[in-house]
């Protein structure tokens, strides 16, 4: 049987994302059940909002040629379908009536708003594989996706996300004092993100794995780590200490490059 532990540090993804503490940011997937109840309600508001405008511009075209007729009968169609909820996931910020009653939005493959683009690709593929084809293209794509995607997400490069959860991020590691000398002239270079990330969750949980399972996980990550850092630390240090000093001088240097950053950026702006 695979070790839990082991299976979290294996488990991580190209989906997760980092920040600079090397925190998991995979914002949750909206399943597929809220998709459909979201989707169902915009498409009830859409219909009604279908009829509304279709009654309108029918009665101010009544007593006009037939061309003007098509005319109005295709900027409805237009207009209900991609103009409104293009507006109105531009504006909101990736929310719809639907999402709005769910608690769910629309947000960028990197957790980001989405934008007017992401907002109109939407609509536009939305109105293909949810109107023209009874939705059924849309419910088995977003069923065979594992961040439940529609072809519209696909397209646009988006997914739907549960905007009520709360994301709590773990306190920093901190340095340990036994490593600081040791870490002040090592060379510490930049770890790839999937390593970060498993080292971070790994540290979070260190005071919860038995012993030998955590000298082993610690011993496989310090092993790979090595590889970016030099010189290797003191003899005998515990791989959960040397994982901590790595991250937590990382974070340090880090901070204190993006710092510099900002600094010279205002010095440059102000001479300006």
Partial sequence: MADPD???????????????????????????????????????????????FIFTFTLAALQTDGALLQVAFISTMVTVFIVVPTTVETLSRGRSLGKLVMGLRTVRDDAGPISFQHAFVRSLIGFVEIYAFSGAPAFFSALLSSRGKRLGDFAAGTYVVRDRVRLSLPQPVGMPPELRRWAQTADIASLPPRLALG???????????????????????????????????????????????????RRERDTARLAREESLRRRLTRSR
């Fill in 6 to 52: 082991h299976a979290a540090y294996a488990a991580l993804t190209t989906d997760d994302l980092v920040t600079g503490e090397a925190v998991a940011l995979d914002l949750p997937a909206a399943s597929l059940g809220s998709r459909m109840v979201s989707g169902l309600i915009d498409v009830i508001v859409t219909v009604i909002l279908l009829v509304i």
């Fill in 199 to 249: 080292i971070r969750q790994f540290l979070s949980r260190v005071a919860q794995i038995d012993p030998a399972t955590r000298l082993r996980l610690g011993t496989q990550l310090a092993t790979e780590t090595s590889r970016y850092v030099a010189p290797a630390p003191p003899p005998n240090t515990p791989p959960e200490v040397y994982l901590a000093a790595v991250i937590a001088t």
